[in-house]
């Protein structure tokens, strides 16, 4: 590993994203949850690579460049048990990693990590992920091969991850994932938002931004677990998402131009921010910018500027 030096900028993030098809495999935080330990975990994948385990590891190093060195060493050496595999191939060096700020840590690998794909590289990714993700100020980890965002099998760059962006499941649930998402619809006059928690199993082949906004679209009278009435659907009939992904924390979100077609009994911001709160609540996206039919358009119903992105707006939520 060569040139690692700590940087303050801003990471590219994608999104999506990391609910790629994951397949019949496990992510398992081994004796994370079987014993009181408490400290750090050194993760691998099993030999087989069709689960991800730890080992437990006590570091040197206290601050946080320190911290980060020992772990990429530790990772790119064998596990002490013999029925793991350690996380960094052989082949594979990282070129440099940078953190700014935020917390946001860029690992920029060399060209040869491009000849991992499917599974095993899914598994490596969220051996290396879960393993960083533990340092204090490493909130999430972003990939670059050669120079460039890491990107999945539909060439869509898989951006920021954390230790959470990988499914936990096991043998024929492994394609579905339990989850509570916060989601804004409108209330009963249209003038405010309600927060509402929603549970639901869904596939994790499918990213959260993506699900999020399917809520939306679904509206509350068509999610069981809701029980209030007086909720109102923020989206026009008929929207649909023709693209959304996540960049620098920012999600680029391309509705059909039915979205367009205010419902009129909700105010504008009500369907904006139903949307912008909605997203925002993940934690990788900050701000949302949003297009029509691959088109930007620069005002929404004709006076309500729509060019830029939005961030939450807190003040028009319901208490």
Do not use: H
Request: aromatic fraction near 10%; charged fraction near 25%; include cysteine.
């Amino acid at each position: 590993m060569t040139n690692q030096r700590l940087r303050g900028k801003a990471c590219t993030n994608l999104f999506y994203l990391l609910f790629f098809p994951l397949l019949l495999f496990s992510l398992t935080a081994c004796g994370k949850e079987k014993s009181d330990y408490q400290g750090y975990y050194i993760y691998c994948t099993d030999t087989n690579e069709t689960r991800v385990e730890g080992e437990e590891y006590t570091p040197k190093s206290k601050d946080t460049d320190d911290l980060i060195r020992e772990f990429l060493r530790r990772m790119d050496r064998e596990p002490e048990n013999i029925s793991l595999k350690k996380a960094i191939p052989e082949n594979v060096k990282i070129d440099e990693y940078t953190i700014n700020s935020e917390g946001n840590l860029c690992i920029y690998w060399t060209a040869s990590y491009g000849n991992y794909t499917g599974i095993s590289e899914i598994l490596r990714r969220a051996a290396i992920v879960k393993t960083l993700c533990q340092i204090p100020a490493v909130e999430t980890v972003e990939f670059y091969v050669a120079g460039q965002p890491l990107t999945d099998s539909n060439m869509n760059s898989v951006g920021f991850m954390t230790a959470d962006s990988f499914i936990d499941n096991t043998g024929e649930e492994a394609y579905t994932q339990t989850t509570t998402l916060m989601v804004y619809f409108s209330n009963k006059s249209g003038t405010k938002l309600k927060k509402v928690p929603i549970e639901t199993t869904y596939d994790a082949t499918i990213p959260l931004e993506q699900l999020a906004v399917e809520q939306l679209i679904a509206g509350p009278a068509a999610i069981k677990k809701i029980s209030d009435t007086e909720l109102q659907k923020t989206i026009p009939d008929g929207t649909k998402i023709n693209k959304i992904s996540v960049k620098e924390n920012t999600c680029y979100l391309d509705f059909s131009d039915d979205f367009m077609d205010k419902r009129p009994e909700i105010s504008d911001s009500v369907a904006i921010y139903s949307v912008v709160n909605t997203l925002t609540e993940l934690p990788n996206i900050n701000k949302v910018q949003f297009s029509i039919e691959g088109e930007q358009v620069m005002l929404y119903n004709d006076y309500v500027g729509f060019g830029e992105p939005f961030e939450v707006n807190l003040d028009i939520v319901q208490e």
